[in-house]
């Protein structure tokens, strides 16, 4: 298998607004609605992090559609059907282009609504995990380990502490064999798998996923106006690069509009645009990296909206200035984040 199309796991993007928060905060920040965005951060035996942002673009009685894009290159889609949301056993672990859009019987981004709820009730249920483009699937059992716990993601530009129940998993097909680590979101309508290890015999390192960023998809530039009024700097986290590069990709345009909309209507404000990134890689390399990948985003403005380049300057911190601990990949992903922080006076 060619490395860009190899099925990727699961990761959130971001888009601040206590407006958004409140249209959907009834539901959970995993209400499916179209324009909700997952994003997770990966890791297997193909590399280090890469991220990759699950977007729902149709909902309906039938069905709901993700589309799939990651920092390996991948682009495609995902049709869960309804039925198969509440009821299938067989849980599709990742993306490939080559796998068809709708593959009846299984659920995608979470198990359905039956195997937690078996879960729930009796602390076993099986599920199998389908793992590969030829549809293979591996037989196993679910048991709870720890219920009434919970585990930190993003939801728009908060940090919040979300239910969750900790499974593990033991898997076993013919020869193949596998273990998992799983922490699923402790509601009955919207199990998503937020965090998973899966080690199988047949691989020479773990899958490990985590998801980092729930966003509702709505325009965040009165929360990020509000924001650079009041504080004067926000850390964004939906501002998306190529892997291990500077060009920014297309899911965040949106995002590079609502900058130049509060600049433009702020029109005696001026910015520096402060890149991070993890501490992966070598110290003179990420602040290179983090340099150029702030320069990109004033590019951008410049460029495409008509911003005055006098009105921004750029700098790159590399990972020098971490918000969390760079040893696990939540970690990792918050501290790949773009700074904004006015100067002016």
């Known amino acids: 298998m060619q490395r860009k199309n190899r099925i990727a796991l699961f990761s959130f993007s971001f888009a601040a607004g206590a407006a958004a928060l409140a249209a959907f905060a009834y539901a959970g920040p995993f209400a499916l609605h179209e324009g909700l965005q997952i994003k997770r951060t990966f890791t297997s035996q193909y590399g280090f992090d890469a991220e990759e942002i699950n977007t729902i673009t149709d ?81 196993g059992i679910l048991t709870m380990r720890q219920q009434n716990i919970t585990l930190p993601v993003l939801v728009e530009n908060q940090l919040v502490d979300l239910p969750v129940v900790h499974v593990e ?32 015999n047949w691989e020479n390192k773990p899958r490990t996923v985590r998801t980092v960023h ?54 005696r404000w001026t910015l520096e645009i402060r890149g991070h990134t993890d501490s992966i890689g070598g110290a003179d390399y990420n602040a290179s990296l983090s340099k150029r990948r702030a320069d990109s985003v004033k590019t951008q403005l410049v460029k495409r909206y008509g911003i005055k380049a006098a009105r921004l300057t750029t700098s790159g ?9 760079n040893v696990t990949l939540q970690g990792r992903a918050v501290n790949r984040r773009v700074e904004l922080k006015r100067t002016d006076r």
């Open 59 to 139: 909902v309906n009685g039938n069905w709901y559609e993700i589309d799939y894009i990651d920092t390996r290159g991948t682009e495609t889609k995902r049709r869960v059907l309804t039925e198969d949301s509440q009821r299938a056993r067989v849980y599709l672990i990742g993306f490939d282009r080559r796998v068809p859009v709708t593959v009846p019987g299984t659920t995608s981004l979470g198990v359905s609504n039956a195997i937690l709820k078996e879960l729930r009730e009796t602390g076993q249920a099986h599920v199998a995990l389908m793992h590969d483009v030829r549809l293979n699937t591996i037989n």
């Open 169 to 200: 998993g033991v898997f076993q097909q013919g020869r193949r064999s596998g273990t998992g680590d799983f922490y699923f979101l402790d509601d009955k309508n919207r199990p998503v798998l937020l965090q998973y290890v899966i080690n199988f």
């Open 214 to 267: 729930v966003t509702a998809g709505y325009s965040q530039q009165k929360a990020m106006e509000q924001t650079l009024k009041t504080i004067r700097k926000l850390d964004l986290y939906g501002i998306h690069f190529d892997f291990d590069k500077a060009t920014i990709r297309k899911e965040t345009k949106s995002l590079i509009s609502d900058i130049a909309k509060t600049l433009n209507a702020n029109p």
């Open 317 to 325: 911190a590399g990972a020098t200035e971490p918000k969390a601990a």
